[in-house]
Structures are given as structure tokens and as C-alpha cells.
């Protein structure tokens, strides 16, 4: 029976015909999944946070191709006309590898290898945060260096930069640390 007091149509609660998972020992943590189950779960929540990221670096993105257009960019120097290049070439990249795992599903789709996708979609998805975190220390760099016009703005950026290290690196990292299992 299930918990709303239904009959469930096959072995297990939820209707399903899947194999019994493995008995784990006691006091053990995890998921009862199958490899397929938890593809399926991966492939989800690594979707979910690809959406976050693809909106702010197209956003992002799209105003960098506007720039060029704009009556200003004709006053810029060599220096900041090269921080430009250089970033919105890495915008195009970041753009790149955050579409990346949809373009990589679309393909693979239906050929039975969804673990094997799911890896190569999450390193897709981690070169595409780490190109964001390029792009963005560059457009700061650039913004700053035509707004402020003084030595405050490396120091400016390297603060900014650190802080977002903290955020999407550091603290998932010291959580990992810190909560890793002794197996």
C-alpha cells in the first residue's frame, strides 16, 4: 500500500516493476537509485543550474555585442579596445560551453549513454562558469578602467574577483572538505 492508502500497482510504493535495490549496511546515507535513476536525477538539477547561469551570461553577453555600437567606443584607447576583444571572446566562449549540454544531449539522445552525458555535460557546465568568471573579471576590469580612471581599479577588481572565487569555488570546496565521509 502506499501512504495515501492507494494500492501501488507493482512491488514498490510508487507503482514501479524495478529491481529491489541492494540492502545497505546500517546507518549508511544515500539514494536507493539505479545508475538510470540517477542519470535521470544528475541530468535534472545539472539542467536547472544551467538555466540560472545561461541567462545572466546572455544578458551579459548581449550588451557586450552592443557596446561596439555605441558613440563611445570610437574615444577608446588600444588598451581598453583590447580588454573589449578579449572580452567578448570570452563572453562567446562562456555562451559556448553553458549551451553546450543541451546541444550534447540533443545529439546523443536516445543512444543509452546518459551517465556518460551527464559527466560530460557537468565539465561542460564547470568550463562554463569558470569562462563566466573570466568574462566577468574582464568586463569589470573594462567598466571600471572607463569609469574610475585611477590605480583603485585592479585593487577594485581583485576584490570582486576573490569574492566570487569565495562564492563558487571556495565554499563548495570547504563544504566538500568538511562534510566528506570517512569511507
Known amino acids: ?24 549496511p546500517a546507518g549508511s546515507r544515500g539514494r536507493h537509485e539505479t545508475p538510470e535513476e540517477r542519470a535521470d536525477r544528475r541530468w535534472g538539477e545539472l539542467l536547472q543550474e544551467v538555466r540560472v547561469t ?3 551570461v546572455q544578458i551579459l553577453f548581449g550588451f557586450l555585442l552592443t ?13 581598453d579596445r583590447t580588454i573589449y576583444v ?3 571572446v570570452l563572453g562567446a566562449a562562456t555562451t559556448g560551453a553553458l ?14 549513454i546518459k551517465p556518460q552525458t551527464v559527466t560530460w555535460a557537468a565539465r ?20 571600471l578602467r572607463i569609469a ?16 566570487l572565487i569565495l562564492c563558487w569555488f571556495g565554499l563548495p570546496g570547504w563544504a566538500l572538505h568538511r562534510y566528506r565521509t570517512k569511507e
Not at 557546465?125 to 573594462?142: E, H, Q, Y
Not at 574610475?148 to 569574492?163: C, G, T
Open 1 to 24: 500500500m502506499r501512504k495515501d492508502g492507494m494500492a501501488a500497482s507493482g512491488p514498490h510504493d510508487d507503482g514501479s516493476d524495478r529491481p529491489e535495490p541492494p540492502e545497505t
Open 54 to 56: 545561461q541567462t545572466g
Open 67 to 79: 557596446v561596439v555600437f555605441t558613440p563611445r567606443f570610437a574615444a577608446l584607447g588600444g588598451t
Open 86 to 88: 578579449v572580452t567578448v
Open 99 to 112: 549551451i553546450g549540454p543541451v546541444s550534447f544531449h540533443r545529439i546523443v539522445s536516445g543512444r543509452r
Open 124 to 143: 561542460l557546465t564547470m568550463a562554463g562558469i569558470v569562462l563566466l568568471l573570466c568574462t566577468v573579471t574582464s568586463a569589470l576590469l573594462l567598466i
Open 148 to 163: 574610475l580612471h585611477n590605480a583603485a581599479v585592479p585593487w577594485l577588481v581583485a576584490v570582486v574577483v576573490a569574492w
